[in-house]
């Protein structure tokens, strides 16, 4: 079956320890996205990628990396830098950065102890 | 700036017709999308509009009015699993960013 996965879907981690989110699709598609999503919020942009070994930042990337090094693969990592890290964390995919129809993952909820 | 306007609630009764509104301020953009979401769950995509005009999907339809920075989507014979939060995103011709709207939340009443 193709899709996007993230793992865990629950996550505790003590105050200023980093973590690392995965996210995997086998969609075989260029695009993939973070996003985080707040008790009754909308989405908002962390870090995207339109193709391998590139990434740019979206509206909130202080205190959050990325890597893309390869196609099926963008994990996001939370550090200590990030003030207010609990939430929802949203990994999506797409054909190409110009496509609008983006696949998400089931989600990933950070709790920071 | 580049923003999304939804009414934040909508509340409407099982087999009645809803609309829900969406206002952009945007230098360029591909299209405008919407997406569902139910609670505790991921996004799934509904419809996309490209150009202007009317895109129908089954009970669900979009519109789209660039001269006007505005864009609906329609849900038809409403149903109780319709209850959920909707979501208009874009993504921006300059950088290929994609931005959502905060979503409005359907309450669908029997």
């Known amino acids: 079956d193709g899709g996007i996965t993230q793992s865990p879907k629950y996550l505790f981690r003590k105050e200023g320890q980093n973590v690392t989110l995965s996210c995997e699709q086998n969609l075989n598609h260029d695009a993939m996205y973070w996003y985080r999503q707040d008790p009754g919020q909308g989405l908002r942009l962390i870090y995207y990628s339109q193709i391998v070994n590139d990434f740019q930042k979206g509206d909130i990337a202080e205190g959050y990396s990325v890597s893309r090094e390869k196609k099926e693969s963008f994990p996001l990592t939370v550090t200590s830098a990030q003030k207010n890290p609990t939430a929802f964390y949203l990994c999506a995919s797409s054909i190409d950065g110009t496509h609008n129809e983006q696949f998400f993952g089931p989600g990933t909820r950070l709790t920071v102890l | 700036g580049q923003s999304l306007e939804q009414p934040s609630e909508v509340t409407a009764v099982e087999g009645a017709i809803v609309q829900i509104n969406c206002t952009y301020q945007t230098s360029g953009f591909y299209g405008l999308s919407w997406y569902q979401q139910h609670d505790g769950g991921a996004p799934t995509f509904l419809s996309y509009?490209?150009?202007?005009g009317l895109e129908e999907t089954g009970r669900f339809s979009s519109f789209l009015s660039r001269s006007d920075s505005y864009g609906y989507l329609l849900l038809q014979e409403l149903q109780m699993k319709d209850s959920a939060s909707y979501f208009c995103a874009l993504i921006n011709t300059g950088g290929f960013k994609t931005i959502f709207g905060a979503g409005t939340r359907l309450f669908v009443k029997a």
């Open positions: 509009n490209a150009l202007d």
